[in-house]
Protein backbone atom coordinates (compact mmCIF):
# COMPACT_ATOMS: atom_id res chain seq x y z
CA UNK A 1 0.00 0.00 0.00
CA UNK A 2 2.84 2.57 0.83
CA UNK A 3 4.30 1.65 -2.16
CA UNK A 4 1.37 2.59 -4.47
CA UNK A 5 0.87 5.47 -2.51
CA UNK A 6 4.41 6.70 -2.98
CA UNK A 7 4.27 5.96 -6.79
CA UNK A 8 1.00 7.96 -6.84
CA UNK A 9 2.47 11.36 -5.13
CA UNK A 10 5.52 10.93 -6.87
CA UNK A 11 3.93 11.49 -10.33
CA UNK A 12 2.41 14.31 -9.02
CA UNK A 13 5.14 15.76 -8.37
CA UNK A 14 7.37 14.96 -10.98
CA UNK A 15 4.91 16.55 -13.33
CA UNK A 16 3.41 19.28 -12.10
CA UNK A 17 7.28 20.70 -10.94
CA UNK A 18 7.71 22.63 -13.76
CA UNK A 19 4.87 24.37 -12.89
CA UNK A 20 6.03 25.61 -9.46
CA UNK A 21 6.43 29.05 -8.89
CA UNK A 22 8.42 30.99 -6.37
CA UNK A 23 7.23 33.62 -4.24
CA UNK A 24 3.91 33.17 -2.15
CA UNK A 25 1.83 30.71 -4.29
CA UNK A 26 3.92 28.09 -2.61
CA UNK A 27 2.66 26.75 0.77
CA UNK A 28 2.63 23.67 3.29
CA UNK A 29 -1.04 23.16 4.49
CA UNK A 30 -0.96 20.26 7.20
CA UNK A 31 -4.04 19.96 8.91
CA UNK A 32 -6.29 17.00 11.46
CA UNK A 33 -9.71 16.12 10.72
CA UNK A 34 -12.66 15.40 12.59
CA UNK A 35 -16.01 13.41 10.91
CA UNK A 36 -17.53 11.07 9.92
CA UNK A 37 -18.14 8.34 8.02
CA UNK A 38 -21.44 6.92 6.14
CA UNK A 39 -20.82 3.52 5.06
CA UNK A 40 -23.51 0.62 4.87
CA UNK A 41 -26.38 2.33 6.94
CA UNK A 42 -24.08 3.00 9.80
CA UNK A 43 -22.11 6.24 10.91
CA UNK A 44 -18.55 5.76 12.63
CA UNK A 45 -16.45 8.72 14.35
CA UNK A 46 -13.62 9.65 12.09
CA UNK A 47 -10.72 11.02 12.66
CA UNK A 48 -6.92 11.83 10.71
CA UNK A 49 -4.34 14.03 9.66
CA UNK A 50 -4.22 15.57 6.29
CA UNK A 51 -1.30 17.47 4.23
CA UNK A 52 -1.17 19.38 1.37
CA UNK A 53 1.98 21.20 -0.66
CA UNK A 54 0.39 23.99 -2.69
CA UNK A 55 2.52 23.58 -6.02
CA UNK A 56 0.65 26.87 -7.23
CA UNK A 57 -1.82 29.11 -6.76
CA UNK A 58 -4.82 26.71 -8.08
CA UNK A 59 -2.53 23.27 -7.64
CA UNK A 60 -1.82 21.05 -4.97
CA UNK A 61 -0.85 17.67 -4.03
CA UNK A 62 -1.00 15.70 -0.63
CA UNK A 63 -1.63 12.79 1.34
CA UNK A 64 -4.70 11.95 3.67
CA UNK A 65 -4.34 9.46 6.84
CA UNK A 66 -7.66 8.75 8.19
CA UNK A 67 -8.69 6.21 11.10
CA UNK A 68 -12.62 4.73 11.54
CA UNK A 69 -11.94 2.41 14.52
CA UNK A 70 -15.55 1.28 15.24
CA UNK A 71 -16.11 0.82 11.21
CA UNK A 72 -16.54 -2.39 9.63
CA UNK A 73 -18.74 -4.28 13.15
CA UNK A 74 -15.89 -2.99 15.43
CA UNK A 75 -12.71 -3.87 13.46
CA UNK A 76 -11.48 -0.79 12.88
CA UNK A 77 -10.08 0.30 8.94
CA UNK A 78 -7.37 2.73 8.50
CA UNK A 79 -7.26 5.00 5.25
CA UNK A 80 -4.02 6.44 3.33
CA UNK A 81 -4.16 8.13 0.16
CA UNK A 82 -2.63 10.15 -2.08
CA UNK A 83 -4.51 13.68 -3.62
CA UNK A 84 -4.20 15.54 -6.34
CA UNK A 85 -6.39 19.28 -5.73
CA UNK A 86 -7.59 22.09 -7.57
CA UNK A 87 -8.33 25.38 -5.85
CA UNK A 88 -10.98 27.30 -8.59
CA UNK A 89 -10.96 30.50 -6.29
CA UNK A 90 -9.00 30.96 -3.01
CA UNK A 91 -11.18 29.48 -0.27
CA UNK A 92 -12.45 26.35 -2.13
CA UNK A 93 -10.94 23.15 -2.85
CA UNK A 94 -11.47 20.13 -5.30
CA UNK A 95 -9.65 16.66 -4.58
CA UNK A 96 -9.21 13.42 -6.33
CA UNK A 97 -6.91 10.73 -4.78
CA UNK A 98 -5.98 7.35 -4.66
CA UNK A 99 -4.49 5.02 -1.63
CA UNK A 100 -6.16 1.51 -0.08
CA UNK A 101 -8.11 1.22 2.78
CA UNK A 102 -7.28 -1.28 5.55
CA UNK A 103 -9.30 -3.53 7.31
CA UNK A 104 -8.92 -4.98 10.78
CA UNK A 105 -10.42 -8.18 12.54
CA UNK A 106 -9.35 -11.59 12.71
CA UNK A 107 -8.75 -11.00 8.93
CA UNK A 108 -7.59 -7.73 8.31
CA UNK A 109 -7.01 -7.03 4.15
CA UNK A 110 -6.13 -3.88 2.02
CA UNK A 111 -8.73 -2.65 -0.40
CA UNK A 112 -8.22 0.08 -2.99
CA UNK A 113 -9.47 3.14 -2.75
CA UNK A 114 -10.72 6.27 -5.47
CA UNK A 115 -11.99 9.59 -3.60
CA UNK A 116 -13.44 12.99 -4.72
CA UNK A 117 -13.24 15.33 -2.04
CA UNK A 118 -14.57 18.90 -1.65
CA UNK A 119 -13.95 21.64 0.99
CA UNK A 120 -14.42 25.42 1.72
CA UNK A 121 -12.02 26.92 3.77
CA UNK A 122 -12.85 29.71 6.28
CA UNK A 123 -9.50 31.43 7.55
CA UNK A 124 -9.56 32.68 11.30
CA UNK A 125 -6.01 34.10 12.07
CA UNK A 126 -3.13 32.18 11.16
CA UNK A 127 -5.78 29.11 10.42
CA UNK A 128 -9.04 27.50 8.44
CA UNK A 129 -11.55 25.53 9.67
CA UNK A 130 -12.49 23.45 6.22
CA UNK A 131 -16.34 21.85 6.11
CA UNK A 132 -15.41 18.93 3.70
CA UNK A 133 -17.30 16.54 1.91
CA UNK A 134 -15.32 13.29 0.60
CA UNK A 135 -16.93 9.99 -0.99
CA UNK A 136 -14.75 7.20 -1.54
CA UNK A 137 -15.03 4.33 -3.68
CA UNK A 138 -14.37 0.79 -2.39
CA UNK A 139 -14.85 -1.90 -5.16
CA UNK A 140 -18.50 -1.53 -5.92
CA UNK A 141 -19.46 0.28 -2.62
CA UNK A 142 -18.94 3.85 -1.69
CA UNK A 143 -18.50 5.67 1.83
CA UNK A 144 -19.44 9.32 2.57
CA UNK A 145 -16.94 11.05 4.98
CA UNK A 146 -18.14 14.32 6.55
CA UNK A 147 -16.80 16.58 8.94
CA UNK A 148 -14.07 19.60 9.32
CA UNK A 149 -10.44 20.17 8.62
CA UNK A 150 -8.59 22.61 11.33
CA UNK A 151 -5.61 23.51 8.77
CA UNK A 152 -2.65 25.62 9.76
CA UNK A 153 -0.66 26.94 6.71
CA UNK A 154 3.02 28.45 6.61
Not at 67 to 77: I, L
Request: glycine share 10%; hydrophobic share 40%.
Amino acid sequence: MKNKVLKFTACFFIFLTPAVQAGDEVKHIPGVFIGTTHFDSESEFTFGVEYEYKITQKWGAGVVFERTNDAHHGDGTAVALASLYYHPTKNVRLGVGYGEERIGGAHPHNEDLYRISSAYDFHVGDFGIAPTIAVDFIDDEEAVVVGLAITRPF
